[in-house]
């Protein structure tokens, strides 16, 4: 068994911690008694919290309270950069501690967060002082399967005894004490529990291509009903069509025993599993969850957003439409039972998983009051269901769409369209599309694209053909319309308000080397093992760092749940480092946006979110809005960009607002006015 190291720097924690068997937050309702006991504040994942010290009269008057470096720092990189240089992925997925993407935690006085190398630690809410710090020493054990990277930890209390939980890059749900930091050791062996065990093709002793590990976790458990349930990342980049599959487990939170496991990928004799034609349920993977969960505590059911089954872009060796892959799947948390689902793509070849958690939010429909959740996702829709049944609250239609190009592969004919609420972004692409802001552009973008197959939202990929198309734009991108940040919803007015970019991809592929081990007729370029030559394909490009589209490049949308209808959209920012361009500075441009896509955080007076500039100097900056228009109320600047999503507590009678930033060493701050 590996050494587990855990540093008590201050014996003071169980008196700070006094507070920490308090009333658990009701679900859907926003975060209570001034903490944040959830991801997204609450089981529901609404990231709303009633507290109003901090509003338009003062938010201008933040500052920093507090700075907290992670804990990462201690550790030597050396060694771990060198092994992931040898993968072959480069720079963009470089080991770091820069990744300290996480939200945290607020219980009776204390926050709980973790670092991108799987550390936990608990901290002062009001000095920032480190109580504890807890290190499963997972780096060890090899690379994980996408960046060292993790987005929080999970409380659970039973008013005598309260534990932290968070998941590893090597596999592993780990428990700890709330107030010592101490491996809970009745949860699994001795505080960890391994998650591979019973996965088909997880096993410890084979790593992917790359020789990264192939199943981990990188976003927080949530446990409601004394049950853990918890995302994975699996390895996406396959060159092989085996891959492990991405089944759920719900564990036991006291004695980490796995009291049921739902199979996303259907075996056998399972409801779903005739969607995977010619047996391709044997040895297909990934069909994760990768992103938050959400729970109605009241219902006992558990909602998974799942993903895109292996590889995310080409699905010749899979046929069918997939499930429970790009699904809504709601379970009872208690015995894993599914209960509704609903796939919003089937047989994906877009990488349009569901990024983020639903949220759910009560909403009145035609005088009707639904019990509601709403899932947004990459393609810029907002699917918007009865949570208890399933049913949606507006028409979904199956509509046409175009038929597969790659050799090998069936395309759904249809795709689910919500005629209620609208597309929060823009779908597919067109010539009227393309950046028009003088002639003399707009005929650089035209050449730009001229190589290229445009159309609308689920053309599908194309192979690149020398002296001839180079492949499809896709829009939204695969990095989505909405991603990870998600979403945030005001429980009081059924408001959803909804980040998300206005980007493009376009995929190459190649077919992996036998002699490598590869077996796939196609798989992505990002997937080619070091020393197997370079990316075919081009993406379309425009001279100079000019946009290819229209603007804006991110805004923000207020959806009104109760009609289905937009409120309001703005554009995040007025993209000034694009604007002072030579091309366009004379020119008399609207806000362009393209100044992030943070995470939203909804009080009782303001929409909280984080820009990348627009603050002195065109720094990154945190901005309040007003719920009802998305008028920019006030700004205050950040030391660095923002990293997670933010969140509010109060302390002492103090509200704060924390979140995580960038530099050399990543830092969790605490704004309050003075």
């Known amino acids: 068994m590996r050494r587990q190291s855990i540093r008590v720097v201050d014996v003071c924690v169980c008196l700070l911690a006094l ?30 919290s009633p507290l109003d010290q901090i509003d338009e009269t003062n938010f201008a008057d933040l500052r920093i309270a507090w700075r907290w470096q992670s804990v990462d720092r201690t550790i030597d990189l050396a060694p771990l950069r060198q092994r992931y240089a040898e993968t072959g992925l480069g720079t963009r997925y470089a080991i770091g501690i820069q990744f300290l993407n996480a939200t945290p935690l607020m219980v009776g006085g204390v926050l709980y967060l973790s670092t991108p190398l799987y ?13 504890w710090a807890h290190d499963p020493e997972s780096f060890l054990a090899g690379l994980p399967p996408h960046r060292f990277n993790s987005r929080g930890v999970a409380y659970w209390t039973d008013g005598a005894e309260a534990r932290v939980l968070w998941g590893t890059g090597d596999g592993y749900l780990v428990a700890v004490d709330a107030r010592t930091g101490r491996p809970s050791r009745d949860f699994g062996d001795n505080g960890r529990v391994d998650l591979r065990e019973g996965i088909p093709r997880a096993g410890r002793e ?11 976790l990188t976003s927080p458990p949530i446990v409601a009903h004394d049950v853990v ?35 996303t990928v259907p075996q056998a004799d399972d409801f779903g599993v005739e969607t995977w034609l010619n047996d391709s349920w044997k040895y297909s993977g990934n069909t994760n969850v990768w992103s938050m969960l959400s729970v109605d505590d009241e219902l006992g059911y558990v909602y998974l957003p799942t993903g895109t089954p292996s590889n995310d872009y080409y699905g010749g060796h899979r046929l069918g439409d997939n499930l429970f892959a790009e699904s809504l799947v709601a379970l009872d948390i208690e015995t ?53 049944t399933g049913d949606p609250v507006w028409p979904i239609d199956e509509r046409p769409v175009p038929p597969a190009t790659m050799p090998g592969d069936v395309a759904s004919p249809t795709q689910p369209f919500p005629t209620k609420p609208p597309p929060f972004e823009y779908l597919g692409v067109t010539i009227d599309d393309l950046v028009d802001f003088t002639p003399e552009i707009r005929a ?20 690149a053909v020398e002296g001839g198309l180079q492949g499809t734009i896709q829009r939204p991108s695969a990095g989505g319309g909405a991603n990870w940040s998600g979403a945030a919803v005001d429980p009081e007015t059924g408001l959803l308000y909804v980040p998300s970019t206005n980007a493009i991809s376009v995929l190459n592929y190649f077919t992996p080397d036998p002699a490598q081990g590869g077996n796939l007729q196609y798989t992505w370029t990002a997937a080619r093992p070091p020393g197997q030559g370079s990316p075919g394909g081009q993406q379309p490009r425009m001279p100079q760092g000019l946009p290819l ?30 604007r002072n361009h030579p091309l366009l500075a004379e020119l008399d441009l609207p806000p362009l946006g393209g100044d992030g896509r943070g995470g939203p955080l909804v009080t009782k007076t303001l929409l ?31 030391p660095s960009g923002a990293l997670g999503t933010p969140m509010t507590y109060l302390h002492d009678g103090t509200q704060y607002i924390a979140l995580t930033v960038g530099g050399d060493i990543p830092e969790l701050i605490a704004l309050a006015v003075p």
């Open 19 to 48: 507070g920490v068997f308090g009333s658990s937050a009701r679900a859907q309702t926003g975060a209570t008694d001034g903490e944040w006991r959830s991801y997204g504040g609450d089981l529901g994942s609404t990231k709303y």
């Open 119 to 131: 550390q936990a630690a608990a901290i002062d809410a009001g000095t920032g002082e480190t109580l």
């Open 206 to 216: 084979t790593t992917d291509h790359r020789g990264r590990q192939w199943l981990g």
């Open 229 to 263: 349930v918890t995302p994975t990342i699996i390895s996406d980049y396959p060159i092989t069509k085996e891959a492990p599959p991405g089944w759920i487990k719900g564990v036991d939170v006291r004695t980490g025993a796995t009291k049921w496991t739902f199979r």
């Open 336 to 388: 894993g039972q599914r209960m509704w689902h609903f796939q919003m793509v089937h047989h994906g070849l877009w990488d349009y998983d569901n990024p983020a958690a639903p949220n759910l939010v009560d909403i009145t429909v035609d005088g009707r009051r639904i019990k509601a959740v709403a899932q947004v996702t990459k393609q810029g829709f907002t699917y918007v269901f009865d949570r208890a």
């Open 444 to 463: 650089m973008a035209v050449e730009a694209v001229k190589n290229f197959r445009l159309g609308p939202i689920y053309t599908p990929p194309t192979l």
């Open 549 to 578: 589209l229209k603007p804006p490049y991110t805004r923000t949308t207020a959806i009104d749940l109760n009609s289905g209808e937009h409120a309001w959209m703005v554009p995040n920012g007025d993209g000034n480092r694009l």
């Open 608 to 638: 909280i979110s984080a820009l990348t500039a627009g603050g002195t100097d065109d720094g990154p900056r945190l901005v309040a809005r007003d719920k009802a228009t998305g008028e920019e109320i006030a700004s205050v600047d950040l």
